[in-house]
């Protein structure tokens, strides 16, 4: 299994973070947010902390925690720090370590540096995640060409919330990706529901990740 992969996103508010829940709950993974801006109260560490099994072992601290609601570039400017993804020290761990980034692909982290330039940067592998929505197609698309295009590894593709065959099969016929795991919206979220998605996707998305691996 990797030993380290970016949860990489098309856009913000898409779902990366319950993705990271379940990822992290089917993959036995820990889990790390490098950066977090604003909802420090209600953050996305604290997220999935409570919704997996030994949340408190397995999720690590921010590196970054900035007080300002906004991309970390201009969080970062507000509260006077300057973010250096290049003297990131990672968390040591024996577990796959899931990384989730901030925002989209090419959301500003610093200067005119990317959460793409940090994936790029650390050689890692990342997993992919998108959502339905009228202009989803294109954002996918746009964000595998950036990542295809800089060597940004898509070890996979999941897609969040409510399910639309006719884009997905889109987006996998024009890519040449195919989507590893869907993840629904939680009517309740809670520990045991991020439990039974991960069973449901367990076994399919291991041998996506040591197909992918073995290439």
């Known amino acids: 299994m990797y030993k380290q992969i970016a949860i990489a996103g098309i856009h913000t508010g898409i779902g990366k973070t319950i993705a990271s829940a379940v990822l992290a709950e089917a993959l036995a993974a820990d889990y790390w947010k490098p950066i977090q801006a ?15 099994s030994n949340g408190t072992e397995r999720v690590h601290p921010e590196a970054f925690r900035l007080t300002q609601p906004m991309s970390p570039h201009a969080a970062a400017e507000a509260d006077g720090v300057v973010i250096d993804y290049k003297t990131l020290q990672f968390p040591d761990t024996d577990k796959t370590l899931l990384i989730e980034t901030a925002g989209g692909l090419l959301s500003p982290l610093y200067g005119n540096m990317t959460m793409a330039d940090f994936i790029s940067f650390n050689k890692l592998p990342a997993i992919l995640v998108s959502s339905n929505y009228l202009g989803s197609i294109n954002h996918t698309l746009l964000t595998i060409e950036v990542m295809k295009r800089r060597d940004i590894q898509i070890v996979a593709l999941i897609m969040c919330g409510n399910t639309n065959k006719a884009s997905e099969d889109y987006i996998e016929n024009y890519s040449g990706i195919p989507i590893a795991a869907s993840i629904p919206f939680f009517e309740q979220l809670t520990g045991d529901a991020i439990r039974d998605c991960a069973i449901n996707i367990k076994e399919g998305l291991l041998q996506h990740l040591q197909y992918e691996q073995a290439k």
Not at 40 to 47: A, E, G, R, V
């Open 38 to 52: 604003g909802e420090l109260d209600n953050s996305d560490t604290k997220i999935v902390s409570s919704l997996i």
